[in-house]
């Protein structure tokens, strides 16, 4: 499918959920979401954008950061998150709208090297390897992407071999700037950043069933400037429209 | 408090300390130069050296990283030749912390340095002493208080750099985890009361590096 027909069935779904929720004054949505939905999300707002006249501010960073950032008060009006735990905890502090919230979207890991490395991982445990001497990982302890690779590492008993050599970035996109840049051997990241990047390649996707169960919740931010904008357009992202861009990109869409 | 907090804290202090004592040659140097001199491009070192000190230290981060990194000039000659690598690690705090305190050193040293009646150098000069000897028995001498000033103020400055260290040296907990790094770190985790503590040390580190600094800059009275 090729992008004009994509950006028309995205146009034509904004129009219609547009009309389902009755015309508004054009206003500003202002949406937190994790590093990893970037360019999925940068289309769909686009379209949206140009459907409705709303415009869409997206803040992208590490759910864990964006989490905090909303606990303090910041002003979102959406949040998609790229684990459970962190919108739990919103969820907790009573400022997430629990009858907005579902979660929509699942990725996968994989272990990228630059694309002009001769290193060859053809297994997780190659990475205990000594011609890994730094391998990046998004924050272990806080940044979503982090604790799925740490959790993995632990489960295949990895991670004492490993940890002495690893580099904790703020997001997962940092990983990918970190491997494309040649600071650093290795990478863990999500299936769909590798696949946003030419200067990095996939050297080992780890399993599904080893792997662990990443999914993506989003919900309404309660208190937030624009909940019907943002209603509207979270009824755009999970509709068969926006679950085809984000498949596009490579996640994995419930259906 | 579980976190590593006097790890941090030591480490913080001697690689902020390590990273003053590298620049003070070349920043009294400079500052000599600046100070007694006068040449045609004399405004544009003035600006280039005052750079770090008004640029976003994450810009100038982002700068050390492209220099110092495996594929950088600098961090491929430092491999080859030392066999060491500098980004991600103590290294890169090191200079990091340096380059983001160099102006503070110069301007200080500058203005340490001014203060010296030149006349002493000169009347020394004619008594037949070499340069050398004028610089290390008069002029350093003279200029001591302003000089240390300065040296306290860059340690101040390198107590607390941020933007420019995380860009190059990532946090690395036992490896290149300064105390403001730290405290973004478990501000992340929401850790906040060892935010806090980490937060008292440092400002007590740069309240205690301060205060000398203004005692030691301020002018003794006539006597």
């Given at each position: 499918?090729?992008?004009?027909q994509n950006?028309?069935?995205l146009?034509g779904?904004?129009?219609?959920?547009?009309?389902c929720?009755?015309r508004?004054?054009?206003g500003?949505i202002?949406?937190?979401?994790?590093?990893?939905l970037?360019?999925?999300?940068?289309?769909?707002?686009?379209?949206?954008?140009?459907?409705t006249?709303d415009t869409?501010?997206l803040n992208?960073?590490?759910?864990?950061?964006?989490?905090?950032?909303i606990?303090?008060?910041?002003?979102?009006?959406?949040?998609?998150?790229?684990?459970?735990?962190?919108m739990?905890?919103l969820?907790?502090a009573?400022?997430?709208?629990?009858?907005?919230?579902?979660s929509?979207?699942?990725?996968?890991?994989?272990?990228v090297?630059?694309?002009d490395?001769?290193?060859?991982?053809?297994?997780?445990?190659?990475?205990?390897?000594?011609?890994?001497?730094?391998l990046a990982?998004a924050?272990?302890?806080?940044?979503?992407?982090?604790?799925?690779?740490r959790?993995?590492?632990?489960?295949q008993?990895?991670?004492?071999a490993?940890?002495?050599?690893?580099?904790?970035?703020e997001?997962v996109r940092?990983?990918?700037?970190?491997?494309?840049?040649?600071?650093?051997?290795?990478?863990i990241?999500?299936?769909?950043?590798?696949?946003?990047?030419?200067?990095?390649?996939?050297?080992?996707?780890?399993?599904?069933?080893?792997?662990?169960?990443?999914s993506?919740?989003?919900?309404?931010?309660?208190?937030?400037r624009?909940?019907?904008g943002a209603?509207?357009f979270?009824?755009?992202?999970?509709?068969p429209?926006?679950k085809?861009?984000?498949?596009?990109?490579?996640f994995?869409?419930?259906? | 408090m579980?976190?590593?907090?006097?790890?941090?804290?030591w480490f913080?202090?001697w690689?902020?300390?390590v990273?003053?004592?590298?620049?003070?040659?070349?920043?009294?140097?400079?500052?000599?130069?600046?100070?007694r001199?006068?040449?045609?491009g004399?405004?544009?070192?003035?600006?280039?050296?005052?750079?770090?000190l008004?640029?976003?230290?994450v810009a100038?981060?982002?700068?050390?990283?492209?220099?110092f990194?495996?594929q950088g000039?600098l961090?491929?000659w430092?491999e080859?030749?030392?066999?060491v690598?500098?980004?991600?690690t103590w290294?890169?705090?090191?200079?990091?912390?340096?380059?983001?305190?160099?102006?503070?050193?110069?301007?200080t040293?500058r203005?340490?340095?001014?203060?010296?009646?030149?006349?002493?150098?000169?009347?020394?000069?004619?008594?037949?002493?070499?340069?050398?000897?004028?610089?290390?028995?008069?002029?350093?001498?003279?200029?001591?208080?302003?000089?240390?000033?300065?040296?306290?103020?860059?340690?101040?400055?390198?107590?607390?750099?941020?933007?420019?260290?995380?860009m190059?040296?990532?946090?690395?907990p036992?490896?290149?985890?300064t105390?403001?790094?730290?405290?973004?770190?478990?501000f992340q985790?929401?850790?906040?009361?060892?935010?806090?503590?980490?937060?008292?040390?440092s400002?007590a580190?740069?309240?205690?590096a301060?205060?000398?600094?203004?005692v030691?800059l301020?002018?003794?009275?006539?006597?």
């Open positions: 499918m090729n992008y004009l950006f028309v069935r146009a779904a904004a129009l219609a959920v547009t009309l929720f009755g508004v004054a054009a500003e202002i949406v937190f979401a994790a590093a990893s970037s360019d999925a999300l940068r289309e769909i707002a686009a379209a949206y954008e140009k459907t006249g869409v501010r992208l960073g590490a759910s864990s950061l964006l989490a905090r950032q606990r303090e008060g910041a002003p979102a009006d959406l949040f998609c998150s790229a684990d459970e735990a962190k739990d905890d969820a907790r009573g400022l997430i709208d629990p009858a907005t919230r579902r929509l979207l699942s990725n996968s890991l994989v272990i090297v630059a694309a490395s001769d290193l060859k991982l053809a297994a997780a445990r190659d990475l205990a390897m000594a011609a890994v001497r730094r990982l924050e272990p302890e806080t940044v979503p992407a982090g604790i799925y690779a959790e993995y590492l632990q489960k008993g990895l991670w004492e490993v940890a002495g050599k690893t580099v904790p970035t997001n940092a990983v990918l700037a970190a491997v494309e840049s040649g600071n650093v051997d290795a990478g990241v999500y299936k769909t950043d590798a696949l946003s990047s030419k200067k990095v390649r996939i050297t080992y996707e780890i399993p599904h069933d080893e792997g662990p169960r990443i993506y919740p989003l919900a309404i931010i309660k208190g937030g624009n909940p019907p209603a509207r979270l009824a755009l992202l999970v509709s429209a926006g085809s861009v984000f498949a596009k990109y490579g994995l869409t419930e259906p | 579980s976190f590593e907090v006097w790890q941090v804290a913080t202090t690689v902020a300390a990273g003053t004592l590298l620049i003070l040659p070349p920043g009294i140097a400079l500052g000599w130069v600046l100070a001199k006068n040449w045609r004399k405004t544009l070192v003035e600006t280039l050296v005052t750079l770090p008004v640029m976003p230290p100038t981060g982002l700068v050390l990283l492209k220099l990194g495996r000039l961090g491929r430092c080859s030749v030392f066999g690598e500098i980004v991600f290294r890169a705090v090191v200079i990091a912390t340096a380059v983001m305190s160099f102006p503070l050193l110069v301007r040293a203005l340490a340095l001014e203060g010296v009646n030149p006349r002493y150098e000169q009347v020394a000069r004619t008594l037949g002493a070499k340069p050398w000897r004028v610089f290390w028995t008069i002029t350093l001498p003279l200029a001591a208080r302003g000089l240390v000033a300065g040296a306290v103020l860059a340690f101040a400055r390198a107590l607390g750099e941020f933007g420019a260290t995380i190059v040296a990532g946090f690395i036992g490896r290149t985890a105390l403001s790094l730290s405290i973004y770190h478990l985790l929401n850790r906040d009361n060892e935010a806090w503590g980490l937060l008292t040390i400002v580190l740069a309240f205690g301060l205060w000398l600094s203004e030691l301020r002018k003794r009275p006539a006597s």
